[in-house]
């Protein structure tokens, strides 16, 4: 039996007074591929933040590849992570954003090749070279020496893709991350991310309103409601035979809303 | 009163020395008020609350009370207290200081400017703080800037005839003392008007190519 990779114990967090996340637990184990659905305000995407550290946590356990994530040990008590120890925690995450959050200024090459030069020492030759690996991955090297400016959303999306994977986390979060897409253009960022998660071993959590996409992708599905779990358990019973009721009405929302299952 | 050209050639120099004076203070002001107006900038982004309010605070009272009063003060009460500055000095600390405050609000707007998004995607990356700033928000935030830290660089030119007050020598204060010798003042005050227009059409050309070059970039 291995350990899980990401453990969540009694997760706490408050936006003033207001509760976002309720003493959330849960574990994912390496390689799992997890879909996190529910209404919006559920505090699905708040967990992704949090584990990206772009959240603090208002109280709870976080631990990540065997180490706690916002505590650390000093002189044998348990003291809040400081700066040194998040930056290490990070290597182990990537994530992917709604709204892509490119940077307007770099190429698509020297988006993909600025983190790994400057937190790994990369050196450039290399980075670019598994770069150019993942823009063909992506299907985007001919795009290598554009602006993201001058790409669809569709394409800047994947770009955002690769971007994440040259850090090669063993961890990737995926926020809502065809949201802001036109329609035509979701399938292919869709299409990517499922053949990651064919070929690779990466632990993937993904934030998304894709049902359809969802029931194929996931090993597990959690179903998010008011900052606690209502129901969690493989694609085929949350999505064919959900058992809570508050599941089933937010899944007729949806299919009322015109999004596939 | 006739117009005369050879009173025009004869105190030309003294004038052209002023201009050179008025364009040197112009220069060191305006180093003293980009550099000075950073670290306004970051002082208010400060997450110490004492720090950010008080630098609001001055930044309010130095923007609120005029140049003209500010020199007076550097150059004529601070030797009362001890503290002795030559003229030339007092003046591009008195001008540099001002205009930081301006400054500040231009970097301020310029960094706040920056999406969130790229403050997170620079974290998500596993950026440092310093990695941010230097390749991330800096090189986003700069360029939009340009064209008002230029704006202000011109405004800071055109007010520096204030300096005569506090007995610089620049061109307006040359200008006045060459036509109370003679008591002519049709020449040397036009000459002074027309130095500064010339100037400032030059300026409003490199203002327009600087918006040009960086306002479209910003899009």
């Not at chain 1, 967090?13 to 997890?34: Q, R």
């Not at chain 1, 994947?158 to 850090?167: D, G």
């Not at chain 2, 002519?184 to 327009?208: K, N, Q």
Request: aromatic fraction near 8%; glycine fraction near 6%.
């Amino acid at each position: 039996m291995t350990d899980p990779i990401i453990r969540i114990d009694n997760l706490v967090k408050s936006f003033g007074t207001f509760k976002v996340l309720d003493g959330l637990s849960f574990d994912v184990m390496p390689g799992e591929k997890l879909a996190l659905i529910g209404p919006s305000g559920s505090g699905k995407t708040t967990i992704l933040r949090i584990l990206m550290t772009l959240e603090s946590i208002s109280d709870g356990h976080i631990e990540i590849c065997g180490d706690q994530l916002y505590h650390m040990r000093r002189n044998g008590r348990e003291v809040p992570a400081d700066e040194a120890h998040l930056h290490k925690m990070r290597s182990h995450i990537g994530m992917v954003f709604q709204h892509f959050n490119l940077f307007p200024h770099k190429s698509v090459l020297e988006n993909i090749t600025l983190a790994p030069i400057l937190t790994k020492g990369t050196p450039r030759a290399k980075a670019e070279a598994r770069a150019m690996e993942l823009l063909e991955m992506v299907g985007l090297a001919d795009k290598a020496d554009a602006r993201p400016a001058q790409l669809s959303g569709g394409q800047k999306q994947r770009v955002a893709i690769a971007r994440a994977l040259a850090l090669q986390p063993r961890i990737m979060l995926f926020d809502e991350v065809t949201s802001a897409l036109d329609p035509e253009l979701v399938e292919e960022v869709l299409l990517v991310m499922k053949r990651l998660a064919a070929e690779t071993d990466m632990t993937m959590l993904l934030v998304t309103h894709e049902m359809g996409f969802a029931h194929e992708f996931a090993d597990r599905v959690l179903f998010f409601d008011k900052g606690r779990i209502v129901e969690q358990g493989p694609p085929e019973q949350i999505f064919s035979n959900p058992r809570e009721e508050r599941t089933q009405s937010f899944l007729r929302k949806i299919i009322a809303a015109g999004h596939r299952v | 009163m006739e117009w005369d050209w050879a009173f025009v050639w004869q105190i030309m120099p003294t004038l052209l020395a002023g201009l050179k004076l008025t364009l040197l203070v112009t220069l060191l002001a305006a180093v003293v008020a980009a550099v000075l107006g950073l670290a306004l900038a970051i002082l208010r982004r400060s997450g110490n609350r004492a720090v950010a309010r008080g630098t609001a605070a001055l930044s309010e009272f130095i923007r609120g009370t005029p140049l003209l009063v500010q020199l007076y003060f550097i150059f004529y009460v601070l030797p009362d207290i001890g503290i002795r500055l030559p003229a030339l000095l007092a003046g591009v600390i008195g001008m540099g200081l001002h205009y930081a405050t301006y400054t500040a609000e231009v970097y301020r707007a310029g960094i706040e400017n920056v999406p969130r998004g790229q403050w997170e995607a620079a974290r998500a990356t596993n950026l440092t703080m310093r990695q941010t700033w230097v390749h991330v928000i800096v090189p986003q935030a700069v360029p939009p800037m340009i064209p008002a830290l230029a704006n202000y660089l011109i405004a800071m030119f055109k007010e520096t005839p204030l300096l005569s007050a506090i007995t610089v020598l620049e061109l307006m204060n040359q200008a006045k003392s060459v036509a109370n010798t003679y008591y002519r003042y049709i020449e040397p005050m036009t000459l002074v008007g027309v130095f500064f227009l010339a100037m400032s059409l030059v300026s409003v050309v490199f203002l327009r190519v600087l918006e040009a070059r960086f306002g479209r970039m910003a899009k």
